[in-house]
């Protein structure tokens, strides 16, 4: 009878397990997979039908109780969650600059020197090799680029799992840190479907144009990144938003996008001059003029760029 027991509650253990996987479980009333654990009762509960499956679950969440969010900070006794945007991956050991005690007191003038010791040679310990500090270096420049380009934090993780790759194929032999990290990050934001373009992420690199584009080709094809070709309606609500035209002006736009590419012209052309050229001859027809300088302006593109993509893009339309 006890290995039977025993068994059963093997059996009871491997069910609760399952349960805890989306999906595995439904409702025996119900036949629904709505369910979902009342962390204050233990319970394992229908949302459809209400029924209890099962009670007196163990509690998997801390011993302790907060109703705010200072209260949550000050009983935690967990640090930040790790990152790949940072060389150690946030596991490193910080010294607080504050020269107090643990009860918040002034620490004595000997003492304040020998932590101001700790903290120099905790800096210079941080980085053991020439590797990690040129990790160190090229993250703290996608993250200074990520930032004066306004993009998400999820692309500067997606850039920085790059650049680690790349330093891991040894990538970086004869080419600067620099122009690394940049196409790293531009190769992010193709990752992610961020709109931006090569000339803006030159604006904020070290490096020019050239070398981020020809960097960032090597890159993806020694990394095998399988990049999609960049779809010009991705830049129409942002240059939108810079031009001030509304809805319907931008729905005219996407339109004369789509004909347009339907019709093979967007081959071998550039998104954003694509994009800035439908523009313009949407502004035109939805009677919202907005001269070829002022969209130029916005998207970077030349004048003659626009002309040459919206006489292409209204003879797709069938307009004279």
Known sequence: MARRSRQQERDVEAETTDGEQEGTRTCPECESTNLSVSADQG????????????????????????????????????????TQTMHDKG?????????????????????????????????????KDAGERNLQFALSEIDRMASALGVPRS?????????????????????SIEGVATSCLYAACRKEG??????????????????????YRYVAQELSLEMEPVDPKQFVPRFASELELNEETIAKANEIIDISAEQGLLSGKSPTGFAAAAIYAASLLCNEKKTQREVADVAQVTEVTIRNRYQEQIEAMGFE
């Open 194 to 215: 961020i709109p931006r373009s090569l000339e803006e992420v030159a604006e904020v690199s070290r490096v020019d144009q050239k070398e981020i584009g020809r960097t």
């Open 43 to 82: 319970e394992l509960i229908c949302e459809d039908c209400g029924l209890v499956l099962e009670e007196d679950n163990v509690d998997r969440g801390p011993e302790w109780r907060a109703f705010n969010h200072s209260e949550r900070q000050q009983k935690s006794r967990v640090g930040a969650p790790t």
């Open 155 to 175: 692309v500067r993780e997606v850039a920085s799992v790059i650049y680690r790759r790349a330093l891991k194929e040894d990538l970086i032999r004869g080419r």
């Open 91 to 127: 596991l490193t050991t910080q010294i607080d600059w504050k020269d107090k005690d643990a009860y918040g007191r002034s620490i004595s003038s000997k003492k304040r020197s020998q932590m101001h010791r700790l903290r120099k040679w905790q800096e210079r310990i941080r980085t």
